[in-house]
């Protein structure tokens, strides 16, 4: 096949530039065998998308390695040289299980410290909202954790932090892609001589943290009645090993099986197709387990143990696996009902969601009267919202329906460690009452109304993936359906051009949240339908949300029907299946 000029010329360039022999073999074995997998390799730069790096590992500047790291990290070192000049930049380092992180996060930390960075590399693989909590801990200016979160074992990835433990965001994030474009060439990349710049860290980091997890608990009166509640926890062959256990250990539960088949971090995931708790099939070891033991609770954290999925029984004692949604309108009720119970909540408490996460908790709020804050998706987002406001505010807990929660405000992203001894603690909580999680939620539907969400994501490979993703945003923008599942579409919510539009009335608002491509169409019966593509994989994902009211817990199977088949009509409607 003829090749692009302008990758032939990049090709070229790693060819006979200064690159380890290695490469250059990988590149002439690609040249000859396999002249399609080049050009994807090399057709674009790896960009920083809503977290940082994050792709297929392989040679080319489209892939994860060495140099791409190497370089990214060189940017984002001049741009911390040029935010602080003069004085002592701290940075902290942290990876998770899989293929190649350590080797990232050592070249990161080698990057860094060469550039007279004082670099905090942990000495082995730790979660992600330690790596977040270690920055404000340690007072630094910046982190990075090389991780690809949940993708396929062929990805990884390299998340930037800010001094306040959140993921970048403007002008930063923009300002570091700028100074990362402007490296064009690997020899401008200060790859050694700094190594008296990096510290490792370890468990003193990991006894703070814990201390910090166990000072959330709300009723360990109650965890210490049922400190043996059958708790049955997957890592996923990730990061969440190495806290979890100890995180239950430290609540006061004393009866947790590890599933062994998935104990061990493994970067090759060799149990699942996706390391994802929101796949039903990550969490079927688990399962097993937890119907062969009757446990209470089921839980399992991604690779890099920032999201959380969880499952329960049934009135039937089936067991049932929980999304998003339903997770976070259990933990964000707890919180608020037990803050209320226990005299501690505070006039100024705040929650945070993201606007593609239920509007159950958005009543909640309401009802209990408590500010509700909606954001773009990313815990960054709500990392910046507590900053803006915690002069003024307290916040309490955020979430959003991708299995993140963040539970108190002394660290900035998702964290599913301290998640999984929060959702025991809730179970045991229930527990003591007779009761168990699932009755729990259905009771919440009767009170704040029956919210039931879905979500599909449409993949799009290649070269032209991301051309026809844009394509089919264009298209629903620029003529956006007047029916849909036959209820008129009465709003548009267009986020990249922060124009909101009453279709019936021609009505126009402003949106003040930041630019994001993502639309929202809300119709006539209360259904909502948004449109993201994705800001690290060539996807674009659709979000479903349908409500109704709940008389009472003998309708929930009958009234459950009704809305799965509404969800049904939609996307049968916009031709999505």
């Not at 990232?104 to 990057?111: D, K, L, P, Q, S």
């Not at 200016?141 to 970048?168: F, I, M, R």
């Not at 209320?340 to 909640?364: C, F, L, S, W």
């Not at 709020?365 to 509700?372: E, P, S, Y």
Request: overall charge neutral; hydrophobic content about 40%; some cysteine.
């Amino acid at each position: 096949m003829n090749m692009d000029a302008a990758i032939q010329g990049k090709v070229s360039a790693w060819l006979t530039g200064n690159f380890d022999q290695a490469t250059k073999e990988e590149i002439k074995k690609l040249q000859a065998d396999s002249p399609q997998e080049l050009t994807e390799s090399f057709y674009r730069s790896l960009e920083f998308g809503t977290g940082g790096l994050r792709g297929i590992m392989g040679v080319g500047t489209n892939r994860m390695n060495k140099y791409t790291v190497g370089m990214a990290t060189q940017g984002f070192a001049n741009y911390l040289k040029k935010t602080y000049p003069g004085g002592v930049i701290r940075i902290a380092i942290a990876h998770d299980s899989r293929n190649n992180s350590r080797f990232f996060a050592e070249i990161t930390a080698n990057v860094m410290a060469a550039n007279g960075i004082k670099v905090f590399l942990f000495e082995a693989l730790r979660p992600t909202p330690e790596l977040s909590y270690s920055i404000r801990h340690l007072g630094c200016q910046a982190g990075v954790v090389c991780t690809a979160s949940h993708n396929p074992k062929e990805y990884n990835g390299y998340k930037a932090y800010w001094s306040d433990g959140g993921q970048l965001v403007p002008p930063h994030d923009k300002n570091v892609i700028q100074e990362v474009e402007k490296i064009a060439s690997v020899d401008e990349v200060q790859w050694e001589g700094g190594e008296a710049n990096i510290t490792l860290i370890g468990k003193e980091l990991d006894e703070a943290y814990i201390k910090m997890v166990k000072s959330l608990s709300v009723y360990p009166e109650v965890i210490a009645k049922q400190h043996d509640l059958k708790i049955v926890y997957t890592p996923i062959h990730g990061t969440g090993i190495t806290l979890v256990p100890e995180v239950l250990k430290t609540f006061g539960f004393t009866n947790v099986t590890i599933v062994k088949e998935q104990a061990v971090p493994d970067g090759n995931f060799p149990t699942v197709v996706y390391p994802n708790p929101e796949e039903s099939e990550a969490m079927s070891i688990g399962l097993k387990k937890a119907k062969e033991i009757d446990a209470d609770i089921l839980l399992g954290t991604d690779p890099d143990a920032d999201r959380v999925g969880i499952a329960i029984k049934d009135k039937q004692g089936n067991w049932v696996l929980m999304n998003g949604n339903q997770t976070a309108v259990l933990a964000f009720n707890y919180l608020i009902e037990a803050r209320k119970a226990k005299g501690i909540a505070q006039a100024n408490d705040m929650v945070v969601k993201t606007i593609v996460t239920t509007d159950m908790i958005d009543n909640i709020a309401a009802q209990n009267k408590i500010k509700c804050y909606n954001v773009l998706t990313g815990f960054k987002w709500i990392a910046e919202l507590i900053k803006e406001k915690e002069a003024s505010e307290n916040y309490v807990i955020g979430g959003e329906e991708s299995y993140g929660l963040m539970i108190g405000s002394q660290l900035r992203d998702k964290d599913a460690v301290s998640a999984v001894a929060f959702l025991c603690e809730m179970a045991a909580y229930e527990k003591e009452k007779g009761y168990t999680l699932y009755d729990k939620l259905i009771d919440l539907y009767v009170k704040y109304g029956f919210f039931k969400e879905h979500l599909i994501s449409i993949t799009k490979k290649g070269m032209n993936g991301q051309k026809e993703i844009a394509e089919m945003m264009e298209t629903y923008r620029s003529n956006p359906p007047k029916t849909i599942n036959g209820s008129p579409v009465v709003q548009l919510l267009d986020y990249e051009l922060r124009k909101g539009k009453n279709l019936q009335t021609g009505e126009a608002w402003e949106i003040t949240l930041p630019k994001s491509n993502v639309l929202q169409f809300i119709l006539a019966d209360g259904s909502k339908i948004s449109a993201r593509p994705s800001g690290t994989e060539p996807k674009i994902k659709f979000y479903f949300s349908v409500n109704t009211k709940l008389a009472t817990a003998a309708d929930f199977d009958k009234v459950h029907n009704e809305l799965n088949a509404r969800i049904d009509g939609i996307i049968k409607d916009m031709q999505l299946k």
